[in-house]
């Protein structure tokens, strides 16, 4: 079998995995090798045809498949050496990784590993709806490859589950490709559309509101017989129910990470988030082994992803350089309406790129504090106007270098 050698493999040719590509090559690592599974290069963004991409890495404003060529072609010039139609398959060793690709099977073996796989929406079968498996039932990424990529029908009239950022992602591909929006539905008593641009997401969430986003409501059944010919809609305030006619059903959100890979090398997965567990050096469970991106925790907008590769590839470099690596050593814990966090581990006390932790709860609340804990000794305490769920709230990290690595886990509470 065919062995390469790299000193850097990156699984995911994304906006994480692209990005820290390049940027490992700008701090001079030889040889780095970017694999996807997929034809092209360029990660979801390619999927997505409208603006939103680019503010934060880039500083300008690009439709996705602008944003994923810009990437590709920077990577390319910069000597980043990218295999697309290559799928990880699994692990042979401890820094080797097998593939299949259209040349046959190989493995490839290197000084580091970042995994950067994404994250994928949960389909109606995990969401367990009940109804017949018909025609019409789309996630945002399989609509957007029917309307953007092969140019196939969808339907006329849909019904869109999740009232989130993507959700709105989804809205804009019916509505380009002139769809009626018959509903989009959200469990939670609110939408949950943050976006970046303020007037743009105010056009844009008035335009949702009149496509009447229904709150507490959830889509109950799926109706028809060869295709989706109706949903039943149950308002979860008043239990009641009715239908609601149609021929595409969209469902939107609850991502899940691409852990696969993660898994089959025997990483410690964080319960909460479900991706890989990382220190704030982005660093796995696994000597040599990094994860960044939606991998980590589900979808979060692509330049924060790209932002993310950036830094995993200066730890990625500082590993190289060293060849310290300090294993786990203290989890951070969360405590219920905080469903995930990460960095959700602490290795070592010294140089933490990451400056802030990021973390998520599960339900509306107002004027709150949030509070770090090691045993009964408070840390830090930040107070928040408002958190929402489906929005990433960033915990300042100051206190990451003063703890004692030999005591009790550390905790995230919230209280009143
Ligand atoms: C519908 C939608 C709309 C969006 N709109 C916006 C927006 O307007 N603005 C914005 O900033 N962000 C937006 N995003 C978010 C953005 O696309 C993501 O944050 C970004 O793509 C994350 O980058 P990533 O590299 O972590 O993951 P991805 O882009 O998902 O890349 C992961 C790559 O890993 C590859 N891979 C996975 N497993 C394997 C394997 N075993 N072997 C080989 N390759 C593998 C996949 O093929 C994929 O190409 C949107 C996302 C979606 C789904």
Not at 30 to 43: C, F, H, P, S, Y
Not at 55 to 59: K, N, P
Not at 331 to 349: C, G, L, M
Not at 400 to 405: G, M, P
């Given at each position: 079998m065919d062995i390469k050698h790299t000193d850097v493999l990156i699984v995911g040719a994304g906006p994480t995995g692209l990005s820290a590509a390049l940027t490992l090559k700008k701090l001079g690592v030889?040889?780095?090798?970017?694999?996807?599974?997929?034809?092209?290069?360029?990660?979801m963004p390619r999927l997505c045809h409208h603006i939103g991409f680019g503010?934060?890495?880039?500083?300008r404003i690009y439709s996705g498949p602008q944003y994923a060529r810009q990437y590709v072609k920077k990577a390319i010039?910069?000597?980043?050496?990218?295999?697309?139609?290559?799928?990880i398959t699994g692990w042979t060793g401890e820094n080797t990784l097998s593939f299949t690709s259209p040349n046959g099977l190989g493995e490839i073996e290197a000084k580091a590993i970042l995994l950067a796989t994404g994250c994928r929406e949960r389909p109606r079968a995990a969401r367990m709806i009940p109804g017949k498996r018909v025609q019409g039932v789309f996630t945002t990424g399989s609509l957007q490859r029917f309307v953007d990529e092969h140019h196939l029908p969808v339907g006329t009239r849909a019904v869109i589950v999740g009232a989130e950022i993507v959700s709105l992602s989804a809205f804009l591909t019916l509505k380009q490709a002139g769809i009626k929006i018959a509903a989009m539905t959200t469990e939670l008593p609110r939408h949950q559309i943050y976006f970046p641009f303020s007037p743009i997401k105010w056009i844009l969430v008035d335009l949702l509101e009149r496509a009447t986003v229904q709150t507490l409501t959830r889509v109950s059944r799926i109706l028809g017989q060869k295709r989706v010919e109706a949903v039943e809609l149950t308002h979860l305030d008043t239990g009641k129910t009715e239908i609601t006619a149609c021929d595409a059903v969209i469902f939107t959100g609850?991502?899940?990470?691409?852990?696969?890979?993660?898994?089959?090398?025997?990483?410690?997965?964080?319960?909460?988030?479900?991706?890989?567990?990382?220190?704030?050096?982005?660093?796995t469970s696994k000597r040599g082994v990094f994860a960044a991106g939606n991998l980590l925790r589900g979808v979060e907008t692509a330049d924060i992803s790209a932002l993310e590769g950036r830094q995993a590839a200066?730890?990625?470099?500082?590993?190289?350089?060293?060849?310290?690596?300090?294993?786990?050593?203290?989890?951070?814990?969360?405590?219920?309406?905080?469903?995930?966090?990460?960095?959700?581990?602490?290795?070592?006390?010294?140089?933490?790129?990451?400056?802030?932790?990021?973390?998520r709860v599960s339900e509306f609340r107002k004027n709150v504090s949030v509070k770090v804990y090691q045993s009964n000794k408070l840390l830090h305490t930040q107070t928040?106007?408002?958190?929402?769920?489906?929005?990433?709230?960033?915990?300042?990290?100051?206190?990451?270098?003063?703890?004692?690595?030999?005591a009790e886990p550390i905790k995230l509470v919230i209280t009143s």
């Open positions: 030889a040889k780095v090798t970017v694999v996807d599974r997929e034809l092209e290069a360029g990660g503010i934060r890495d880039w500083h010039a910069n000597g980043v050496d990218i295999h697309t139609s290559t799928t609850d991502w899940i990470p691409e852990h696969e890979v993660a898994r089959a090398g025997g990483l410690a997965i964080n319960k909460g988030t479900r991706g890989p567990q990382v220190d704030a050096q982005y660093r200066h730890c990625i470099h500082k590993f190289l350089q060293t060849q310290t690596w300090y294993g786990h050593k203290l989890p951070i814990e969360v405590e219920q309406p905080i469903t995930w966090v990460y960095p959700n581990t602490i290795s070592d006390a010294e140089g933490q790129p990451i400056k802030y932790l990021s973390f928040f106007r408002q958190l929402s769920p489906l929005q990433t709230v960033r915990l300042n990290g100051d206190w990451l270098t003063a703890l004692n690595l030999e």
